[in-house]
């Protein structure tokens, strides 16, 4: 059993930065790959970004790619999501998950994820 809380939400001017953190309870942290998801009002949740278990191997959606940056510190049972260069449209609930042997293209896809955060909202302004 994992249980995720996600943290480091909150409103920026469009250009600016924030950074997410996740935290993660329970010993087989570092058994997962985690993602990063979000859902603004009225659509459907999407893929931002995938991080393996050793943090070896990311995945990012082409809407932020070069943008944000995934990492993780198993040690800290914590896996970041640091968002550059913010545009109005990437306002959301923003959602991490972890899931077992999940890599690559099917990180993407929410149904490979076995835990999910609460969420936090990220509102960046025009």
């Known amino acids: 059993q994992v249980q995720l809380v996600e943290s480091g939400g909150g409103l920026v001017q469009a250009g600016g930065s924030l950074r997410l953190s996740c935290a993660a309870s329970g010993r087989t942290f570092s058994s997962y790959a985690m993602g990063w998801f979000r859902q603004a009002p009225g659509k459907e949740r999407e893929f931002v970004a995938s991080?393996?278990?050793?943090?070896?191997?990311?995945y990012y959606a082409d809407s932020v790619k070069g943008r944000f940056t995934i990492s993780r510190d198993n040690a800290k049972n914590t896996v970041y999501l640091q968002m550059n260069s913010l545009k109005p449209e990437d306002t959301a609930v923003y959602y991490c998950?972890?899931?077992?042997?999940?890599?690559?293209?099917?990180?993407?896809?929410?149904?490979?994820?076995?835990?999910w955060g609460q969420g936090t909202q990220v509102t960046v302004s025009s």
């Open positions: 998950a972890a899931g077992f042997e999940v890599a690559g293209p099917l990180s993407a896809k929410a149904v490979m994820y076995d835990y």
């Open positions: 991080i393996s278990w050793s943090g070896g191997s990311t």
